[in-house]
């Protein structure tokens, strides 16, 4: 199973872009799931992550007033909105599982998507 992000695309800094998590024949319903980047020569880091129920997100210092995660689970999707967004954002951002939002034993990894911003 992979979970499919997707969304990615050039921006402007200051501009916009929503990102979606999707999976084919799995169900997001059981799962809190966590948004990742990874930045060239860096390593990934936890961008947000939004439990099962919805009712609770986290977001890291380095995005938070700016970027804002949801999920429809009607839809199957978790979106990550990213609002004026900088340079500093430009990463591969991946959807994963993310069990209890607590950063162990996350899985499901997919290919990610290209989010780049220039200034």
């Known amino acids: 199973v992979q979970l499919q992000a997707s969304g990615g695309g050039l921006v402007q800094a200051g501009g916009s872009l929503r990102l979606s998590c999707t999976a084919s024949g799995f169900n997001l319903d059981y799962y809190a799931i966590g948004w990742y980047r990874q930045a060239p020569g860096e390593g990934r880091e936890r961008v947000s992550c939004?439990?099962?129920?919805?009712?609770?997100?986290d977001y890291a210092d380095s995005v938070k007033g700016r970027f804002t995660i949801s999920r429809d689970n009607a839809k199957n999707t978790v979106y990550l909105e990213m609002n004026s967004l900088k340079p500093e954002d430009t990463a591969i951002y991946y959807c994963?599982?993310?069990?209890?939002?607590?950063?162990?034993?996350?899985?499901?990894w997919g290919p990610g998507t290209l989010v780049t911003v220039s200034s």
């Open positions: 994963a599982a993310d069990p209890f939002c607590s950063g162990y034993g996350v899985d499901y």
């Open positions: 939004i439990t099962m129920s919805g009712g609770t997100t």
